[in-house]
C-alpha cells in the first residue's frame, strides 16, 4: 500500500493496494489533503505529514511509543499502530515514511507505504498472553519447578515454590550449579540423575531424595525431571518438578496418596493441563478455546485441536451455548469463582450433567484476559437422585393409600360413636366413649403429622424471597384486620421448599393464639456470624413457662404439631427458631439463619 503527497499536502498518488484495504477510492483522494480519511474518525497528521513538514517534535505526540528512525531509509521514519476504523474489527500497519527532495536537496513531498501485518500482529499477542496464562499457572503451582542448561546444568528458572523451600531468591540461584548450593554429596546424586536423563532422554521419577535448605533445614522431596530438546533433537534443557512430602513421609498413611501429582507437570506448554483428568479449558475475553485437555476431549468426542479458535455458538446448539455464553459474560462482567450445574452434550447427542468451575485470568497490565474452566460429570450422581425420587414417590404413593384407610377407618369410629351416644346412657359407659372420641382424635392429628412430616427434605432447599413467602403464607388466612410492615428488601434464604408453610403456621398462631393482635412486623438483623430474623405480633404473648415448651410436638391447644414442624421445617438447612417476646405485649419468633445461607438481590443466583 503507497501513497504520495506534494508539498501543499495534498494527494498526488494513492495506488490500488490503499485503495482495498482502506475502502477509499482514488479518485476521491487525489487533489484532496484528506488522506487521514483513510485512517482516523477526526482530521489529523499522518506520517507523511509530520516528514513533509519536518515537524518531528509532534511524532511522539501523535505516535507514542510507536515510531522509530527507519533503519533503511534515510531521513525515514517507522511506526506500527493499530487503526479500529479500518474495516470491521480494525487493522494493524507498519508504515514507513520519507520525505521526497529534489535535485537542491528541498522537501517537495512524501511518500507513505503501508504493511497489513494483522494477522502477525494478532499472533503475538495470542502468544504473549498464552506465555503470561502457562507462566502464571508455574508461578501457582505449590511444587518447585527449575530448568538448568544442558551444557553446564546451571540453574536458569525457579518458580515461586522453589524459591520458598530453597530459602532462596531466583537471584541467587541463577547461574549456579548444584555444587554451589548443596554438599558434595547431595550435588554428586542430583548431578548424577540430571546426566542420566540428559543421556536417555527419558523421564526420571525419583520417589524420594533429600536436600538441605537454608531455612527448613533437611526436606525429602519427589522429584521428576525431563529433558527438552531444541529443534535437533538435542538436550537443550533440563526440567524438574519437585514436590515437599516431608510431612507426607512422616504421615505415612499419606504416601501414596498424592505421589503421582507431578506426573503431567512436566513442560511450560499445554501439557501441564492436558494431564489433568478433570475435563478443563481456557478461553479468551472474546469466548475462543484457547485449549482444552485430553479428558474435556475423550468425554466429548473430539480431539484437544478441534475446539482451538472456535466459540461455543460454533460448537454447540443453540439452546445449550446461549447458557455458556450468558454464564461467560456474566464471570467476565463480575470476575470471582463461578460454580454453577448444568450439562454438556457430546458429538453423539447424548448429554451429561455436569458440575462447571470457573474462573478468569489476568494479562501482565491486571486485565481481565479469559476464563480458565473445569467440569465434574455427575451423570452417575444423577441416576442415583432419579432412582431414589423414584423409591419417595413409591413410598409416598404408599402412604397416601395407607392414610386413606386410615382415615376412613377413622371415620367410621368418629360416626359409630355418634351413633353410640344414642344407646349408652349410663356414666361409665359414656366414660368408655369419650376415650374412644379422644384415641380417634390422636390418630387424626397423627395422621396430619405424619402427611405433613412426609414431605420434609425430599425437595431440595431453594432460594426463597422473605417478602413473597410472607404474602403467599397470609394469602389462605383472614389478615384484613392486621396490619403488616416487613422490613426485608432483597433478603433471601436458603431453605426447604416448605418454608411457606413455616410463615403460614406462625401467622396462623397469630390469628388463633395473638388475642387482640392487630399488628404484625417483620425485621433482620445482621450479626458477625449469620442474620437474625424477626417475627414479632402485639398480641397477648407467650407465658415465660412455655417458650421452650410450644416446639415440642403435642403441646398446644389445637394439634400439638404446627411449631413442632416449624422448627424441623427451619433445621433442615440450619436454621432455629426461639420465641423471645415480652408475656402481656406479645410474642416475637426469632429466626437463626447461619452465614452463607442468606444473601440479598443482586448476588450471584447460584450457590
Not at 475435563?279 to 475475553?285: A, I, N, T
Not at 478468569?360 to 476464563?371: K, M, N, S, T, Y
Not at 377413622?410 to 374412644?436: C, M, N, P, Q, V
Request: glycine share 8%; hydrophobic share 40%; aromatic share 10%.
Amino acid at each position: 500500500m503507497q501513497f504520495v503527497i506534494g508539498n501543499d499536502h495534498h494527494v498526488i498518488a494513492w495506488n490500488r493496494a490503499i485503495e482495498t484495504y482502506s475502502g477509499v477510492r482514488a479518485e476521491d483522494m487525489i487533489g484532496t489533503d484528506g488522506q487521514w480519511r483513510a485512517f482516523y474518525p477526526t482530521k489529523r497528521p499522518v506520517l507523511a505529514d509530520i516528514l513533509l513538514d519536518q515537524t518531528l517534535e509532534l511524532l511522539p505526540v501523535w505516535y507514542p511509543e510507536k515510531f522509530s528512525r527507519s533503519r533503511f531509509v534515510e531521513d525515514g521514519y517507522e511506526m506500527t499502530d493499530f487503526f479500529p476504523n479500518m474495516g470491521v474489527s480494525g487493522k494493524w500497519l507498519h508504515a514507513t515514511a520519507v520525505p521526497i527532495r529534489d535535485a537542491k536537496g528541498e522537501i517537495t513531498g512524501a511518500i507513505e507505504t503501508l504493511e497489513y501485518i494483522t494477522e502477525r500482529k494478532n499472533a503475538e499477542i495470542a502468544l504473549k498472553e498464552s506465555e503470561k496464562f502457562l507462566n502464571n499457572v508455574v508461578e501457582n503451582i505449590p511444587d518447585m519447578i527449575f530448568v538448568k542448561d544442558a551444557r553446564d546444568l546451571r540453574f536458569v528458572r525457579l518458580n515461586r515454590a522453589g524459591e520458598e523451600l530453597l530459602g532462596l531468591s531466583r537471584e541467587d540461584l541463577y547461574g549456579k550449579n548444584d555444587y554451589d548450593l548443596f554438599p558434595e554429596d547431595e550435588a554428586d546424586f542430583f548431578t548424577g540423575k540430571d546426566r542420566h536423563v540428559l543421556e536417555k532422554g527419558q523421564v526420571a521419577d525419583i520417589p524420594e531424595e533429600k536436600i538441605h535448605t537454608r531455612l527448613k533445614g533437611e526436606r525429602v522431596l519427589h522429584t521428576k525431571k525431563i529433558s527438552m530438546p531444541d529443534e535437533n533433537g538435542n538436550p537443550a534443557f533440563l526440567m524438574g518438578i519437585s514436590e515437599d512430602i516431608t510431612e507426607r513421609r512422616r504421615a505415612e498413611e499419606e504416601v501414596e496418596n498424592t505421589r503421582r501429582r507431578l506426573d503431567s507437570t512436566l513442560k511450560f506448554t499445554e501439557t501441564i493441563i492436558s494431564a489433568v483428568p478433570t475435563p478443563l479449558f481456557y478461553k479468551d475475553r472474546e469466548g475462543r478455546y484457547i485449549g482444552v485437555n485430553n479428558a474435556f476431549a475423550e468425554l466429548l468426542g473430539f480431539t484437544p485441536d478441534f475446539y482451538k479458535g472456535k466459540t461455543v455458538m460454533e460448537l454447540w446448539p443453540s439452546e445449550y451455548a446461549d447458557v455458556y455464553h450468558e454464564k461467560d459474560l456474566e464471570l467476565m462482567k463480575n470476575p470471582r469463582k463461578q460454580i454453577y450445574e448444568f450439562k454438556v452434550v457430546d458429538k453423539d447427542g447424548i448429554e451429561h450433567p455436569v458440575i462447571y468451575g470457573k474462573d478468569v485470568f489476568r494479562d501482565e497490565h491486571g486485565q481481565v484476559a479469559g476464563i480458565v474452566g473445569a467440569f465434574i460429570d455427575i451423570t452417575e450422581r444423577k441416576r442415583m437422585e432419579n432412582a431414589l425420587q423414584l423409591a419417595r414417590n413409591k413410598i409416598n404413593l404408599l402412604n397416601t393409600v395407607t392414610f386413606q384407610d386410615i382415615q376412613t377407618a377413622a371415620f367410621s369410629i368418629s360416626g359409630y360413636h355418634e351413633l353410640l351416644k344414642t344407646y349408652i346412657t349410663d356414666k361409665k359407659g359414656i366414660s368408655f366413649l369419650e376415650r374412644l372420641v379422644a384415641a380417634d382424635k390422636k390418630i387424626a392429628d397423627t395422621l396430619t403429622f405424619a402427611r405433613n412430616y412426609q414431605d420434609m427434605g425430599v425437595s431440595p432447599p431453594r432460594w426463597h424471597t422473605i417478602q413473597q413467602v410472607f404474602v403467599l403464607a397470609i394469602s389462605h388466612l383472614d389478615f384484613l384486620h392486621v396490619t403488616r410492615s416487613v422490613h426485608a428488601d432483597g433478603l433471601e434464604v436458603y431453605a426447604d421448599p416448605l418454608l411457606e408453610n413455616v410463615f403460614f403456621q406462625l401467622m396462623q398462631n397469630v390469628l388463633w393464639h395473638g388475642i387482640h393482635a392487630t399488628d404484625v412486623k417483620i425485621w433482620y438483623q445482621e450479626k458477625p456470624d449469620g442474620l437474625i430474623l424477626f417475627i414479632e405480633d402485639n398480641g397477648m404473648g407467650i407465658p415465660a413457662e412455655e417458650k421452650q415448651m410450644i416446639f415440642d410436638r403435642g403441646y398446644g391447644k389445637k394439634t400439638g404439631l404446627g411449631l413442632f414442624l416449624v422448627r424441623e421445617v427451619l433445621s433442615i438447612t440450619g436454621m432455629t427458631i426461639r420465641e423471645t417476646g415480652v408475656p402481656g405485649k406479645g410474642a416475637r419468633f426469632e429466626i437463626t439463619v447461619p452465614k452463607g445461607e442468606y444473601r440479598f438481590t443482586g448476588e450471584p443466583l447460584f450457590r
